[in-house]
């Protein structure tokens, strides 16, 4: 029951974000405050894929000069992601999508935010086997700033991987019955 009552406080945050984005200026922090009280381990880890990420999303908005569109995503997508982090915090063997289903959430929206959430996790070991490949073949990506204009390199390839899962993960669900 505890879980649950978490559970609606998280996605009710990550609601708030998505109708009124100004709210996480002040979630954020408040959200940050709780998991380094909560789990400093699990918060270091986290912080170590977010900070790289959202750097990155920030770095294309600024090249197509829209610094403050790229500065809402990355806060909308902070705030979400810190919301679903605060519930993994108090609970972390109670997966989103039991969450989700023992609030009453249908079986598909369960199963697809589920799926939609782990599949961008598995991204980020993507990139460092797409890093690491290219390293191997001889084509060295530089550091810092000039990296994105080298984006390609890891682009291309991270592309070609996620569309062939995607289409694995399509299959899969067919074969199992998930189409009605």
Request: with cysteine; glycine share 6%.
């Amino acid at each position: 029951m505890r879980y649950k009552i978490l559970g609606l406080i998280s996605l009710v945050l990550m609601v708030v974000q998505f109708v009124r984005p100004q709210t996480s200026y002040a979630l954020i922090p408040a959200l940050l405050l709780t998991l380094l009280v909560r789990n400093r381990r699990s918060l270091k880890i986290y912080l170590t894929f977010l900070l790289p990420s959202f750097t990155f999303i920030l770095a294309l908005y600024a090249l197509l000069g829209q610094w403050q569109t790229g500065l809402q995503t990355v806060l909308l997508l902070t705030g979400t992601s810190l919301c679903l982090q605060l519930f993994l915090a108090f609970f972390p063997d109670v997966s989103l999508y039991v969450l989700l289903r023992s609030c009453g959430c249908p079986e598909r929206f369960a199963f697809i935010t589920y799926g939609a959430v782990n599949y961008a996790l598995f991204i980020k070991p993507l990139v460092n086997e797409i890093r690491d490949a290219q390293r191997l073949r001889g084509v060295e990506i530089p550091t810092g700033i000039r990296s994105l204009l080298h984006l390609h390199i890891l682009l291309i390839p991270l592309m070609v991987r996620l569309i062939k899962g995607a289409d694995h993960l399509a299959e899969s669900l067919y074969l199992r019955g998930g189409r009605k």
